[in-house]
């Protein structure tokens, strides 16, 4: 079974700090997602990762960034937390480009 | 780009009772409509998807269908049991094909 592992299931940090989230999946799939779920919103993209050191931009990569030096591996970076930012954090990963993702449990991200 | 919605936003049924969900879509170029199932705790996990070339598509107890022409597709579970009990959410792909938009989940509650 495919597996997509989250760092850190919750996580406290403070306005203004840098906040790295990490994502590991051990299926060799290309492309990785990250993802942002508030509640009667649904998942909205963020940035996605079709190969390694490639990035796209979601739907919502405002105050974000990410990183992908492995193919194993995509980062998920708030430069500056904020307050409006505190929301569930999920990580997939796809073989194919937008089909058949594979979650993580998510980060539960609070920003005081 | 893309814009999906979801309705009902909540959804309570009798144990043995059918749920339908439904959502519409913008982009007439979509062609691949997946649905995830979110327990509480985890990451969202595809329960059943269909191309846009298919009209329906069955899995045991839950189906999908799909109205290219007015654009929506449905999620029916029959013979719902308490373990059918979770978050919901239909999406849609872009019309590149490389980004799931997602839409505002369901919350699904089987009374037993």
């Known amino acids: 079974d495919v597996k997509v592992t989250q760092s850190s299931r919750y996580l406290v940090k403070r306005t203004g700090e840098k906040v790295f989230l990490e994502c590991v999946q051990d299926m060799d799939h290309e492309n990785m997602f990250w993802y942002r779920q508030d509640p009667g919103l649904g998942l909205r993209l963020i940035y996605f990762?079709?190969?390694?050191?490639?990035?796209e931009k979601g739907d919502i990569p405002e105050g974000y960034s990410v990183s992908r030096e492995k193919k194993e591996r995509f980062s998920l970076i708030l430069e500056s937390a904020s307050t409006n930012q505190t929301s569930m954090y999920l990580c997939?990963?796809?073989?194919?480009?937008?089909?058949?993702?594979?979650f993580g449990s998510g980060t539960q991200l609070s920003v005081l | 780009g893309e814009n999906v919605e979801q309705h009902p936003s909540t959804l309570s049924v009798q144990e043995g009772d059918s749920a339908v969900i439904k959502c519409t879509y913008s982009d007439s170029a979509s062609n691949y409509f997946p649905w995830y199932k979110q327990e509480l705790g985890k990451g969202p996990q595809l329960i059943i998807d269909?191309?846009?070339?298919?009209g329906e598509k069955k899995d045991q107890r839950i189906a999908v269908t799909l109205n290219k022409t007015a654009k929506h597709f449905s999620l029916h579970i029959t013979e719902t049991q308490p373990e059918d009990s979770a978050v919901y959410f239909c999406a849609a792909t872009n019309n590149a094909g490389n980004m799931l938009t997602f839409g505002g989940g369901t919350r699904l509650m089987v009374k037993p």
């Open positions: 997939a990963s796809s073989l194919f480009s937008g089909e058949k993702l594979f």
């Open positions: 990762s079709y190969d390694v050191k490639m990035k």
């Open positions: 269909i191309r846009s070339n298919v």
